[in-house]
Nanobody, 117 residues
Framework: QVQLVESGGGLVQAGGSLRLSCAAS????????MGWYRQAPGKQREFVAY???????NYLDSVKGRFTISRDSAKNTVFLQMNSLKPEDTAVYYC???????????WGQGTQVTVSS
């Protein structure tokens, strides 16, 4: 099993920045994709970004150019740098890992990001 511990959420004004971190432990050898999802109140959880073990990235259209995902493979940690935050980015952000087939391995506990206008 893979265990994930997230950190870095908080309250920020619109236009501000936050950096989320997610450290993986356990059966890390099976991890290929590391990424982030988010869930706003009353909405379904949505994909935000992922990065593969080879460094390939993909983003939700609405965060392109504002969010950057990166990965420290030596520390089994994924980061999400969020700049130019908007109130609509407010959500609980969840870290996720998946194997090379894209099958989900684990979810983090979630970290709240609140952007005030």
């Amino acid at each position: 099993q893979v265990q994930l511990v997230e950190s870095g959420g908080g309250l920020v004004q619109a236009g501000g920045s936050l950096r989320l971190s997610c450290a993986a432990s356990g059966s890390i050898i099976s991890i290929n994709f590391m990424g982030w999802y988010r869930q706003a109140p009353g909405k379904q959880r949505e994909f935000v970004a992922y990065i593969t073990s080879g460094g390939i990235t993909n983003y939700l259209d609405s965060v392109k150019g504002r969010f950057t995902i990166s990965r420290d493979s030596a520390k089994n940690t994924v980061f999400l740098q969020m700049n130019s935050l908007k109130p609509e980015d407010t959500a609980v952000y969840y870290c996720n890992t998946a194997d090379r087939r894209g099958v989900s391995l684990s979810w983090g506990q979630g970290t709240q990001v609140t952007v005030s206008s």
